[in-house]
């Protein structure tokens, strides 16, 4: 789970209270007593597929099982993100509750769920069928415990979480998609197979596709021409060399290279995705400087 850093002020005593009142140990004990219901949930979800932008029959799902459940202002938004009102006594605080609708796994790939024992298996089931399936479940919890919450949460399902789709539903719904206009106090989202940590810091992405072009020509009659493939070598070479800073936590990663056409021709073109991420915002910056990358 992800948590916005805003809610690191709520004093735990006031957690304690909360979770021992009498609407929210009803809303508690319908996760346990509704465990069957859930999980049925779960596999209807992780069967309909959803690859990297195509998760529009995931998002009407969704979006459906949201009418269902008595929601205001469902829609499918510009973008593809799934999104639905609970209202509160007040239109604020609002805080978003999110998944991501979309799985790693490429057009063609069998998403059918099969059991071994107490385990489900499927792609994508844990990353992010169980986040998608917590929306409705708490949506549920809410409604069976009839807990009146004071603000409300905008329940969404974004799309373009994994891999190319760079983050392109959060991102709409932030800055341009109609809730952007709306002060958001906290952002909360379920991503991901661990359930035992809560990160509460945002974390910076940059993702580049860098391409090498050069004339091409033929090993031997062309030898000393430049070379995409030796150029993207050096490139990385340069990246693994850079001194990533503990604190603030960064990482980076070549996830991918292509290029060339056989092993006696100098190739025309060459081509890597990189994905940058850090804690701090200045060590993005920082790495861009370093690699000389625009």
């Known amino acids: ?11 735990a005593q006031t957690i304690r209270q909360l979770a021992t009142t009498p609407e929210v140990e009803q809303g508690l004990r319908f996760f346990e007593t509704n465990a069957g219901a859930i999980t049925g949930e779960h596999i209807r979800i992780c069967s309909i597929p959803a690859t990297p932008f195509a998760e529009h029959e995931r998002a009407e799902y969704l979006a ?34 999110s998944a991501h609708l979309d799985t790693v796994f490429e057009n063609g790939t069998d998403f059918t769920v099969r059991r071994e024992g107490e385990r489900l298996l499927a792609p994508g089931i844990a990353d992010d069928g169980c986040g998608l399936v917590a929306l409705i479940a708490i949506v549920q919890a809410l409604r069976a415990a009839k807990i009146q919450t004071e603000g409300s949460i905008l329940f969404v399902g974004t799309v373009g979480e994994e891999g190319e789709g760079n983050l392109r539903g959060v991102r709409h719904l932030l800055t341009r998609g109609a809730w952007s206009r709306q002060k958001i106090e906290a952002f909360l989202s379920f991503d991901g197979p661990g359930i035992d940590r809560i990160t509460n810091r945002a974390l910076g992405s940059r993702r580049y596709r860098v391409e090498f072009t050069g004339p091409g020509g033929h090993s031997w009659g062309d030898f000393g021409i430049p070379n995409p493939v030796h150029a993207i070598g050096r490139a990385i070479s340069r990246l693994a060399a850079y001194p990533a800073p ?3 936590r960064t990482t980076f990663n070549v996830g991918s290279i292509e290029g060339g056409t056989s092993v006696n021709t100098i190739p025309a ?17 920082d790495w861009m400087r370093f690699s000389g990358a625009r």
């Open 1 to 11: 789970m992800t948590l916005a850093s805003s809610l690191k002020t709520v004093p």
């Open 246 to 248: 503990k604190d603030p």
């Open 269 to 285: 073109r060459a081509a890597m995705e990189v994905d940058l991420r850090s804690a701090g915002d200045a060590e993005l910056k």
């Open 64 to 97: 459906d099982r949201f009418r269902q459940l008595g929601l205001a202002e469902v829609t499918i938004d510009e973008e593809g993100n799934c999104i639905a009102l609970h209202r509160g006594s007040s239109s604020s605080p609002l805080i978003v509750v």
